[in-house]
C-alpha cells in the first residue's frame, strides 16, 4: 500500500463552476476525514466517514460542499458554484488507530 | 471545545542549535495529541504522538516530545537542528476517533 492518495493534486477552476476531488485511502482504514487549509493556517476539519456512513460535518462544510464516500472505500468531495474564498488546500487522512495518515492534498484555485 | 495554542508562527534556529515548538492544549481531560511536519505543497507527516502512555514520546527524525499534564502542554524538541528540518510545524490534538484540531503551526527556518 502506497498510503493515502489524492487526485488532483492541482486544480484551478472559474468562479462558479463545479469541482470534484478524488481520495483513495489506506485499504484497511475504516475512517476517512477531510480539511482544508487555507494559507498560513493549520488543517480545519470539514467531514469524517466510518465506511460509508458520514458521521460528522464541520459548520465550515457548507450546502455547496458535499462529500460521499460509497461503498466505505474511496471518497469525493465536491463543491458547486466555486468561490474565491474556496481556494485553499483540501487533505484527505484515514486512520484505524489512533493516528491519521494524510494524503498530499488538492490545491484548489478559484480565479 | 478542543483547541491547541502554538505561539510564533515563525521561528529561526540556527543549524546545529535546539529546536523548541511549544505547544499547549485546552482540555480538563488528557487527550490524544500529534506533532505533524508540512514541507512546502506536501501533505502532513506524523513526527510523534502521545497516547497516555510515555510521557516523554520519541519520534521520526530526532524530534521528541514530553506531555507536562500539570501544564497542559507537548512541547516538541530536537538537540540540533539540520538544514532539513525546515518545515512548518502543526500541533494536534484529539479525542480518540481520529478527529483532529490543530494549532495555527510554527514555520521553522534553518540558518546556516
Known amino acids: 500500500d502506497t498510503g493515502v492518495s489524492q487526485n488532483p493534486r492541482h486544480k484551478i477552476t472559474k468562479r462558479g463552476q463545479n469541482v470534484t476531488f478524488r481520495c483513495d485511502p489506506i485499504?484497511?482504514?475504516?475512517?476517512l476525514y477531510w480539511y482544508r487549509q487555507t494559507l498560513g493556517q493549520g488543517p480545519e476539519f470539514l467531514t469524517y466517514?466510518?465506511?460509508?456512513?458520514?458521521?460528522?460535518k464541520s459548520r465550515l462544510l457548507s450546502d455547496r460542499f458535499s462529500a460521499e464516500r460509497p461503498k466505505g472505500s474511496f471518497s469525493t468531495l465536491e463543491i458547486q458554484r466555486t468561490e474565491q474564498g474556496d481556494s485553499a488546500m483540501y487533505l484527505c487522512?484515514?486512520?484505524?488507530?489512533?493516528?491519521?495518515?494524510f494524503g498530499q492534498g488538492t490545491r484548489l484555485t478559484v480565479v | 471545545a478542543q483547541s491547541v495554542t502554538q505561539l510564533g508562527s515563525h521561528v529561526s534556529v540556527s543549524e546545529g542549535a535546539l529546536v523548541l515548538l511549544r505547544c499547549n492544549y485546552s482540555?480538563?481531560?488528557?487527550?490524544?495529541l500529534f506533532w505533524y511536519v508540512q514541507y512546502p505543497n506536501q501533505g502532513l507527516q506524523l513526527l510523534l504522538k502521545?497516547?497516555?502512555?510515555?510521557?516523554l514520546v520519541k519520534g521520526i527524525n530526532g524530534f521528541e516530545a514530553e506531555f507536562k499534564k500539570s501544564e497542559t502542554s507537548f512541547h516538541l524538541t530536537k538537540p540540533s537542528a539540520h538544514m532539513s528540518d525546515a518545515a512548518e510545524y502543526f500541533c494536534?490534538?484529539?479525542?480518540?476517533?481520529?478527529?483532529?484540531?490543530f494549532g495555527k503551526g510554527n514555520q521553522v527556518v534553518v540558518i546556516p
Open positions: 466517514f466510518q465506511n460509508e456512513a458520514q458521521l460528522e
Open positions: 502521545y497516547t497516555s502512555a510515555a510521557t
Open positions: 487522512a484515514s486512520g484505524g488507530g489512533t493516528e491519521a495518515f
Open positions: 485499504s484497511e482504514h475504516n475512517r
Open positions: 482540555s480538563s481531560v488528557p487527550p490524544y
Open positions: 494536534a490534538v484529539s479525542y480518540g476517533n481520529n478527529r483532529l484540531a
